[in-house]
């Protein structure tokens, strides 16, 4: 199995350097797709760390081995809240708080843990920090996760409507990208923002 992860990450550095030197001689890519905040490319230097994603926890929280040293830890990616996947403190006090309870959340989170998995199990990530590199309550560190095509999984997640922007709790160097990606989901009604009281 080591070999296998050895494997990945090494096939995953080579795209990274090919990836980065046919985009310098490719000149303007092409426009993005209607509906989508454009995403910046992938610099070099802003992916401190790669990581194998061995575990899905949830939508915004999985397992990852990082490469090339082999510690497993967890990560909480930075920037997003996505709806709980199961019963906890959490969803319950957002219930007596005002927002959606667990009831609300649950099949929400199925649907964006699913779609999460779907992306990233048994991936290489690129992970980045914000301002500062943290960890959270919980040991967990905080990150945002780059994709091998060069895209900010968070902000695809919030594309998508799986998950809100979280800078209205946690400020975020981020926050006004996912923010305006956020007030375009709801336009459109997609995932959480579906029905009224979404989020």
């Known amino acids: 199995m080591h070999r296998s992860i ?6 995953w550095l080579c ?18 797709p209607p509906g989508r905040t454009e995403q910046k490319p992938l610099a070099a230097a802003a992916v401190a760390e790669q ?12 397992e990852v081995r990082l490469l ?3 510690e497993v830890v967890k990560i909480r990616v930075l920037g997003i809240d996505c709806p709980e996947s199961h019963q906890n403190q959490k969803c319950e006090s957002d219930g007596k708080n005002g927002r959606q309870g667990c009831d609300w959340q649950i099949p929400r989170g199925l649907v964006a843990a699913r779609r999460v998995a779907e992306i990233l199990k048994q991936k290489v990530v690129g992970l980045e920090c914000g301002k500062t590199c943290e960890q959270d309550f919980f040991g967990r560190l905080l990150r945002y996760l780059r994709l091998k095509d060069g895209q900010d999984f ?15 709790k946690y400020p975020h160097p981020r926050r006004q990208q996912y923010r305006l990606a956020q007030d375009d989901a709801k336009k459109k009604k997609l995932g959480i923002w ?5 989020g």
Do not use: H, I, N, S
């Not at 050895?6 to 096939?11: E, Q």
């Open 15 to 32: 795209w990274l350097g090919v990836g980065l030197a046919q985009g310098a001689e490719q000149g303007p890519k092409a426009a993005t």
């Open 194 to 198: 579906a029905t009224a009281g979404g």
């Open 6 to 11: 050895v494997a990945v990450w090494v096939g």
């Open 68 to 70: 090339p040293g082999g």
């Open 154 to 168: 968070g902000l695809r997640l919030v594309q998508d409507g799986l998950c809100e922007d979280f800078g209205w």
């Open 51 to 62: 990581a194998y994603v061995e575990k899905v926890v949830d939508g915004d929280t999985m």
